[in-house]
């Protein structure tokens, strides 16, 4: 509505002046509106969080959001003249991070910023409003990994970091095997050993090709010798 009476206006004055109507600047057509939506993040509510409504989608501060989602950190890199994600850390405050929600704004701009995840670009849509980077909650989400979404019952907009895929499969849990005693080999049968090996064999087996010296079974368990798996004495 605002942008209708501001075009209608301006036309008013071209004609009044006898001038080509002239083109808005685009910054004018930007319209925020502080949020009226409530915020959850991972089921609860959560109190004081800046958000501004554009475009029926919602702009949040980035520290705001670290602070909430506490996974990732935030930081101004000089060099590049931007600001810097550092992941899987716990976020640092900075006494930035918003402490009322804002009624209204004075300046509003896209924002110019660049924000990086380590050397990668992210491409987060971002207003400057009174000096202070918004960035679409989507697109924070998206770089970020936490889910967005909107219970439109409650006019409430949820964030989750958990999962909400399907809980993988249990896994079984072993039952407790009994493990069978080793089957006592009780007739004091006679295994092979050879040269090298610490295995003691069955007479057939294939690894009795280059030598081959018959000892007792008990023989060879004593003296650390183990059953092949090939032949299973
Ligand atoms: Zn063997």
């Given at each position: 509505?605002?942008?209708?009476?501001?075009?209608?206006?301006?036309?008013?004055?071209?004609?009044?002046?006898?001038?080509?109507?002239v083109?808005?600047?685009?910054?004018?057509?930007?319209?925020?509106?502080?949020?009226?939506?409530?915020l959850?993040?991972?089921?609860?509510?959560?109190?004081?969080?800046?958000?501004?409504?554009?475009n029926?989608?919602n702009?949040?501060?980035?520290?705001?959001?670290?602070?909430?989602?506490?996974?990732?950190?935030?930081?101004?890199?000089?060099?590049?003249s931007?600001?810097?994600?550092i992941?899987?850390?716990?976020?640092?405050?900075?006494?930035?991070e918003?402490?009322?929600?804002?009624?209204g704004?004075?300046?509003?701009?896209?924002?110019?910023?660049?924000?990086?995840?380590?050397?990668?670009a992210?491409?987060?849509?971002?207003?400057?409003?009174?000096?202070?980077?918004?960035?679409?909650?989507?697109?924070?989400?998206?770089?970020?990994?936490?889910?967005?979404?909107?219970?439109?019952?409650?006019?409430?907009?949820?964030?989750?970091?958990?999962?909400?895929?399907?809980?993988?499969?249990?896994?079984?849990?072993?039952?407790?095997?009994?493990?069978?005693?080793?089957?006592?080999?009780?007739?004091?049968?006679?295994?092979?050993?050879?040269?090298?090996?610490?295995?003691?064999?069955?007479?057939?087996?294939?690894?009795?090709?280059?030598?081959?010296?018959?000892?007792?079974?008990?023989?060879?368990?004593?003296?650390?010798?183990?059953?092949?798996?090939?032949?299973?004495?």
């Amino acid at each position: 509505m605002r942008k209708i009476k501001l075009i209608t206006i301006s036309l008013i004055f071209s004609v009044m002046l006898g001038i080509a109507p002239v083109t808005i600047a685009a910054n004018s057509d930007i319209i925020a509106t502080p949020t009226t939506h409530l915020l959850s993040f991972d089921g609860s509510l959560v109190d004081v969080v800046a958000a501004f409504t554009i475009n029926n989608e919602n702009y949040f501060k980035l520290r705001d959001i670290a602070l909430l989602v506490n996974s990732f950190d935030v930081t101004y890199d000089s060099e590049k003249s931007a600001i810097s994600i550092i992941s899987d850390v716990p976020y640092t405050p900075n006494g930035t991070e918003s402490t009322a929600k804002p009624s209204g704004y004075t300046t509003i701009a896209p924002s110019t910023d660049k924000v990086y995840i380590g050397e990668t670009a992210l491409d987060l849509t971002a207003y400057k409003i009174d000096g202070a980077n918004y960035f679409r909650l989507k697109d924070l989400g998206a770089a970020l990994g936490f889910s967005v979404g909107f219970d439109a019952d409650t006019k409430t907009v949820l964030i989750t970091t958990v999962s909400t895929a399907p809980p993988p499969a249990p896994v079984p849990v072993a039952a407790p095997t009994i493990t069978p005693e080793p089957t006592p080999n009780t007739s004091e049968s006679d295994v092979y050993i050879t040269d090298t090996g610490s295995k003691y064999h069955r007479s057939s087996c294939r690894y009795l090709d280059e030598s081959k010296y018959e000892v007792s079974l008990s023989w060879a368990i004593s003296n650390g010798y183990e059953p092949c798996k090939v032949c299973k004495p």
